[in-house]
């Protein structure tokens, strides 16, 4: 059973470029989150989508975007990119209803680098 | 707004020995659930042990089991028989279960504890 496979591994982008991350949940798993790890640092919720709308939001930028799409996968958009902007980006699903409670199943995240 | 404290940045533990990792929270709310997250190398974010603050027990998985001290906030994690391969971040995390907009809530994470496990 695959867990949640996210895409690039790594990429490094320019300051002031655009860059998509991709997220496929596991199997059986309708929620998506996304969060910002910079290095030395706690995960930072960005995001959650669920039956493809933006149902909660962190403190982040509207530079900050996604999407989910009727499969559930999920990507994540971030526009003019900013030095401050390189992290590793985590992707996390959840069971519908109650089993939702359970927790979430991480990613091993994708490592952006703006140079 | 709930925040999590880990006040420990780095421990270290003797293979086969025990340790004890330090989490605070604060919160208003009555009911909510707490999680260890262990954050190895591969960085992805492994489900270490969960715990529901209605329930007085403290969880326990295998080696791994935790204090949780609801009036004072705090839900500490012990490491039993330290293996090598407990070298890893670990992270506290909180979560409201009410749901937003019709979907779940999201996890408030703490900044994390590097633990080297020496053999």
């Known amino acids: 059973d695959a867990g949640v496979t996210q895409s690039p591994t790594h990429l490094i982008k320019t300051r002031g470029q655009q860059v998509t991350l991709r997220c496929s949940p596991k199997s059986g798993h309708d929620t998506v989150s996304w969060y910002q790890q910079a290095l030395g640092q706690g995960p930072q919720f960005i995001f959650q989508?669920?039956?493809?709308?933006?149902?909660q939001r962190g403190n982040f930028p509207d530079r900050f975007s996604g999407h989910q799409f009727p499969n559930y996968s999920s990507e994540l958009n971030v526009n003019a990119l900013l030095l401050g902007d390189s992290a590793l980006y985590l992707c996390?699903?959840?069971?519908?209803?109650?089993?939702?409670?359970?927790?979430?199943?991480f990613g091993s995240g994708t490592r952006l680098t703006v140079v | 707004a709930q925040t999590v404290t880990q006040s420990q940045p780095e421990m270290s533990v003797q293979e086969a020995e025990t340790v004890t990792l330090s989490c605070t929270y604060d919160?208003?709310?009555?009911?909510?659930?707490l999680f260890w997250y262990k954050q190895p190398p591969s960085r992805q974010m492994i489900l270490v042990i969960r715990q529901e603050a209605y329930k007085q027990q403290n969880a326990t998985e295998n080696r791994f089991s935790v204090n949780f001290q609801k009036a004072a906030k705090s839900f500490s994690l012990k490491i039993s028989d330290s293996q090598l391969g407990d070298t890893a971040m670990y992270f506290c995390?909180?979560?409201?279960?009410?749901?937003?907009?019709?979907?779940?809530?999201?996890?408030?994470f703490g900044g994390g504890t590097r633990l080297m496990v020496k053999p």
């Open positions: 996390a699903s959840r069971s519908p209803g109650r089993l939702s409670n359970y927790g979430y199943t």
């Open positions: 989508y669920y039956e493809e709308e933006e149902r």
């Open positions: 919160t208003s709310e009555n009911n909510y659930y």
């Open positions: 995390a909180f979560m409201n279960p009410r749901t937003v907009n019709n979907a779940g809530n999201m996890l408030t």
